[in-house]
């Protein structure tokens, strides 16, 4: 199977991506993981306001098949939602690193990042998890 992968994001174990945009944090699902999860049905997306550790589940998303925690891949405070996903969830399928973005953070360290993989290292993880 070949996924797609955002040049400019970092990705965390637990399959989220985040893309700096100036100081904010724009935060979605990985392409792989809307394609282990198939059709997604539901968002529940995280409080404006929020603050979140790096690592802290923060959101939940379910699909057809099972339901699946969202955590903070930086820690920060949560500073917009895609409530569009409310309605149209299955945009996680369509277009994961565009339109299906699910939320941005003010990052508290961006420094945080080297924490995360790079698109290659992340392409990598991927097919060690593959059946």
Known sequence: MSYKFDPAARYAKSDEWVRLDGDTA??????????????????????VGTHYAQGQQCATVESVKAASDIYAPLGGTVIAVNSALEDTPEK?????FGEAWLFK???DNTAEMENLMTPAAYAAYCTTREH
């Open 105 to 107: 953070m003010k990052p």
């Open 26 to 47: 724009v935060i979605g699902i990985s392409d792989y993981a809307q394609n282990a999860l198939s059709d997604v049905v539901y968002i529940e997306l995280p409080g």
């Open 92 to 96: 996680v399928n369509e277009d994961p």
